[in-house]
Nanobody, 116 residues
Framework: QVQLVESGGGWVQPGGSLRLSCAAS????????MGWYRQAPGKQREVVAT???????GYGDSVKGRFTISRDNAKDTVYLQMNSRKPEDTADFYC??????????WGQGTQVTVSS
């Protein structure tokens, strides 16, 4: 069983920055795709950013140019750097790692609030 532990959530003012971390309990080389999703109150969960085992990133339209996903193989951790935060970015953020068998693992979620 894989455990994913998110951290870094909290409150930030509009325009501010925050970095989320997702640490895996085993080597991230065992996963094909790693990503971040978010779910705002009353809305469906949506993809924010993904990164492949080869390091190729992908982003949802609403965060392009503002968020950056990255990985640290030595720490088995994936990060989400969020800049130029907007109030509509307020949500619970979840990391999701998927292996070649299609098995997917979710973190417990971390709350991010953007307000003045």
């Amino acid at each position: 069983q894989v455990q994913l532990v998110e951290s870094g959530g909290g409150w930030v003012q509009p325009g501010g920055s925050l970095r989320l971390s997702c640490a895996a309990s085993r080597s991230i080389f065992t996963f094909n795709v790693m990503g971040w999703y978010r779910q705002a109150p009353g809305k469906q969960r949506e993809v924010v950013a993904t990164i492949t085992s080869g390091g190729s990133p992908g982003y949802g339209d609403s965060v392009k140019g503002r968020f950056t996903i990255s990985r640290d193989n030595a720490k088995d951790t994936v990060y989400l750097q969020m800049n130029s935060r907007k109030p509509e970015d307020t949500a619970d953020f979840y990391c999701n790692f998927r292996n070649a068998l299609g098995e997917a693992y979710w973190g417990q979620g971390t709350q991010v609030t953007v307000s003045s």
